[in-house]
């Protein structure tokens, strides 16, 4: 005999309301989008959460809360909602809510401090600034309080089999904490040094002069170049005697489906090309010269540009011209090939393939350390990062000073261990999954 539909099974499921335990993905949902809602609301009257108010001591208080909650939530852990927070439902909901908000800063410019006269709707919500809008940080500070339920509930009653999880739950949670925690502890500052000069201080963002417990001695600047570009410019259109080849290019009249190359790439080993209704033949290409006369001559001084002789002829009129062509840091050694009396071949300045400075770094009390320091090779002492940052640009490899970059993140350590963890976790994860693999076959 077929059971009534009330007793059949899953009819409680089927007629559950909202609200009623066990709670699921439509409260976590609901919920989510609630602390969405009034952190939009806290956005609207109270403005972008200032995570300068989070500088130590009272990120330290504020973190002693957070593990306080985590420990009751720990305690009792069987509350219905408590085993809730620490679910799978919640945790997915919040993770695609803070990766909305990830892929929403991706996709839009992002401020690092929102101008005084901005009143429209997007920058009063916090989008120009998410990191720092209330609606991320309470996303923020919720998925602490889950993640860490759920990381020490599984860690207090430790085995074995746990150690995966706990890897990479523990280390994104000591990462998510260091990150928002420690960001108002972190100092980041610009020290210019002059060739053969120590520096040790700098100036912060309120233009007040900070000293560092680091000096640092620049020895010397190097900087390595790509083969600049040939293109014709209208002399017409610059005021100066010396014209600067990224003003003007020429054709102006280039096709959006069949474009002319406005710019000819030099190189060596292809030596022909084409500029508009001029055929380019390079003929002697040198990398580091000096002008004497009329003539360049290889030359690795330090004041060398790079230089080329070259032959252009007009494909309609026949017309051929034939000489050097420079960049040049000075009006000394530049140099363009007069093409009629309004046109010219000029070289555009080269752009610099690897920039580095050679510096001896001071830690005070501590010993000199003598370094090169490289983009995107950072060097690292203690809680500081030393990042190379900028150069004179107007004389390039000639440049008598640099600008790096110094962050000082007391939080570095715990961020570490984090990222630690989580390695640990990824690799035992693809351990494990080669080992039941192996036991499937």
Request: aromatic letters at 10%; a neutral charge; proline letters at 7%.
């Amino acid at each position: 005999m077929p059971l009534p539909l009330s007793q059949a099974p899953g009819a409680h499921s089927m007629t559950r309301k909202l609200w009623q335990y066990p709670l699921g993905y439509p409260e976590a949902a609901l919920f989510v989008a609630g602390i969405v809602l009034v952190g939009f609301m806290l956005q609207l009257t109270v403005g972008h959460f200032d995570f300068g108010l989070l500088h130590s001591p009272a990120n330290l208080i504020a973190l002693a809360i957070l593990a306080g909650l985590i420990i009751l939530g720990v305690r009792f852990q069987s509350a219905p909602l408590v085993r809730w927070m620490a679910g799978i439902p919640l945790a997915i909901t919040l993770t695609v809510a803070l990766l909305l908000f990830g892929l929403y800063m991706e996709l839009t410019p992002q401020l690092p401090r929102l101008p005084s006269q901005a009143s429209d709707l997007v920058s009063r919500l916090g989008f120009r600034m998410v990191t720092s809008s209330w609606p991320f940080v309470l996303l923020y500070g919720i998925t602490l309080i889950a993640l860490g339920i759920t990381t020490f509930k599984r860690l207090l009653r430790f085995s074995r089999r746990d150690i995966t999880f706990i890897c990479n739950h523990l280390g994104l949670w000591i990462l998510l904490v260091s990150a928002g925690f420690g960001a108002a502890d972190m100092i980041r500052v610009v020290m210019h040094v002059n060739t053969g000069e120590t520096q040790w201080r700098v100036y912060s963002k309120d233009e007040d002069v900070l000293e560092l417990p680091i000096a640092i001695t620049l020895k010397k600047f190097t900087m390595e170049e790509y083969p600049p570009n040939l293109t014709i410019i209208d002399r017409r259109a610059e005021s100066d005697s010396r014209p600067r080849s990224e003003d003007n290019p020429q054709p102006k009249d280039s096709s959006p489906i069949r474009p002319k190359q406005a710019f000819f790439q030099i190189d060596p080993k292809r030596p022909d090309g084409r500029l508009g209704d001029w055929a380019i033949t390079l003929d002697e290409y040198l990398h580091t010269a000096v002008r004497v006369g009329d003539e360049y001559h290889l030359n690795p001084m330090p004041e060398s540009t790079p230089a080329a002789r070259v032959t252009a002829r007009n494909r309609l009129t026949g017309e051929t011209r034939t000489g050097w062509v420079a960049a040049g840091i000075n009006i000394e050694f530049f140099s363009v090939l007069p093409l009629d009396d309004h046109h010219v071949l000029t070289m555009t300045q080269a752009e610099p393939k690897r920039y580095a400075s050679d510096i001896t770094i001071i830690p005070k009390g501590g010993a000199p350390i003598d370094a090169v320091l490289e983009v995107n090779k950072p060097i690292s002492i203690g809680n500081w990062m030393i990042y190379q940052y900028g150069y004179e640009k107007a004389l390039g490899k000639m440049s008598q000073w640099s600008e790096m970059e110094l962050v000082y993140d007391p939080w570095l350590l715990p961020a570490q261990i984090g990222m630690g963890l989580m390695a640990l976790g990824a690799l035992l994860l693809a351990w494990n999954g080669a080992g039941r693999r192996r036991r499937i076959k």
